[in-house]
T-cell receptor, first 111, second 114 residues
Framework: TQLLEQSPQFLSIQEGENLTVYCNSS?????LQWYRQEPGEGPVLLVT?????EVKKLKRLTFQFGDARKDSSLHITAAQPGDTGLYLC???????????FGGGTRLMVKP | NAGVMQNPRHLVRRRGQEARLRCSPM?????VYWYRQLPEEGLKFMVY????????ESGMPKERFSAEFPKEGPSILRIQQVVRGDSAAYFC????????????FGSGTRLTVV
């Protein structure tokens, strides 16, 4: 059974601060996907990383896939209140049949 | 371009009733996945279907739960004789191919069993 541990579970910071969310596993994934989920809605895909060591940037968000494709991180620079939400990492196995989700990081950015 | 459409958005059922959740994938997407999100828990995979075929149902409870994706019409997740523990948000996702490296999720159906 593949497991993804996401940390921290909760994060409350002031506007303008930086933060990093971690997603760790002992399993290798063919891809690692990051989603954001708003209350009452489904997850929305932010980015997919596929290659070990890959780094992708989306404005103030930087995503990294570990060299061994077992872990990933999401770094947000100069957080804004609009970044508030639930961030989920999800790993896709080689079979491509399913996603294994982490427990999520609930981020609150205070103005 | 309509996204993944799920209905109903909210469903209330009494214990012992049946719940039917519907999912229409994005146009051109032939792969459908169902996930369940229990209160204060993460999303858990339930089942993966292609048209008229169940590909992987390893996450489905063995009893009372079934899923189908007919040639015509939406995918249906059916829960028979619901119990309070079935109360959760059920999400459907679709993709155009397997190993698509990114899924489009619907807004979910929130099932409440009273």
């Amino acid at each position: 059974t593949q497991l993804l541990e996401q940390s921290p579970q909760f994060l409350s910071i002031q506007e303008g601060e930086n933060l990093t969310v971690y997603c760790n596993s002992s399993s290798v994934f063919s891809s690692l996907q990051w989603y954001r989920q708003e209350p009452g809605e489904g997850p929305v895909l932010l980015v997919t990383v596929v290659t070990g060591g890959e780094v992708k940037k989306l404005k103030r968000l930087t995503f990294q896939f570990g060299d061994a494709r077992k872990d990933s991180s999401l770094h947000i620079t100069a957080a804004q209140p609009g970044d508030t939400g639930l961030y989920l990492c999800a790993g896709e196995g080689n079979a491509g049949n399913m996603l294994t989700f982490g427990g999520g990081t609930r981020l609150m950015v205070k103005p | 371009n309509a996204g993944v459409m799920q209905n109903p958005r909210h469903l209330v059922r009494r214990r012992g009733q049946e719940a039917r959740l519907r999912c229409s994938p994005m146009k051109g997407h032939s792969h459908v996945y169902w996930y369940r999100q229990l209160p204060e828990e993460g999303l858990k995979f339930m089942v993966y279907l292609q048209k008229e075929n169940i590909i992987d149902e390893s996450g489905m409870p063995k009893e009372r739960f079934s899923a189908e994706f007919p040639k015509e019409g939406p995918s249906i997740l059916r829960i028979q004789q619901v119990v309070r523990g079935d109360s959760a948000a059920y999400f459907c996702a679709s993709s155009p191919t397997q190993n698509n490296y990114g899924y489009t999720f619907g807004s979910g159906t929130r099932l409440t069993v009273v």
